[in-house]
């Protein structure tokens, strides 16, 4: 009897604990349809990189950045560099070109979509930021400040594909056709 109460004192611990792993390991999902925003995108890709005067820097950094965060920063980082792109790319941008405006400011009504719907997911406090999260972001920002605004803002915006690749590959949940 008393080996049968502990044999389900034990499960149910262990059901607690791994109830709360996977509660803090799931992710917000963005469900948005991302290939309108790819679209704006490359429809202006050529003409904004043509822009680009550094052409050997990054403001991404892919290979560091993006492609080293953990599954846990995920939402975190996604949050961040959507308001890194909203607060400084798009207002840094200048732009005479009115077909160009028009789609950047579609992939900023997006990028505002998406930070919406994770600012819900961080106040139901599924949307941690850890210290390595807010590292990665900060290089981000640091490499933007390295560059005078227009050319920081063009290559931002020059790296759109790498950002749309990255935010595609960590939300697998958003339609993409």
């Not at 999902?29 to 550094?54: C, G, N, P, V, Y």
């Not at 600012?119 to 490499?143: F, G, K, M, Y």
């Amino acid at each position: 009897m008393k080996a049968r109460r502990v044999s389900l004192y034990l499960l149910g611990t262990m059901f607690v604990l791994c109830s709360a792993h996977a509660r803090g390991l799931r992710r917000c999902l963005i469900s948005m349809d991302m290939r309108h925003t790819e679209e704006s995108f490359q429809e202006i890709k050529r003409t904004i990189q043509a822009k680009d005067t550094f052409q050997n820097v990054t403001i991404l950094s892919t290979s560091e950045t993006l492609h080293s965060i953990k599954p846990s920063d995920v939402c975190c980082v996604t949050k961040n560099i959507l308001a890194f792109y909203v607060d400084r790319v798009f207002k840094d941008h200048q732009e005479s070109d009115p077909q160009i405006l028009r789609r950047i400011s579609s992939i900023a009504n997006s990028f505002l979509y998406m930070q919406k719907v994770l600012q819900q997911c961080q106040e139901q406090r599924l949307c941690h930021c850890r210290q390595e999260a807010t590292n990665a972001t900060r290089v981000i920002h640091d490499n933007y400040s390295q560059l005078e605004l227009r050319s920081a803002a063009i290559k931002s915006l020059g790296e759109l594909d790498i950002l749309l690749a990255w935010i595609d590959k960590n939300y697998p949940g958003a339609p993409v056709a």
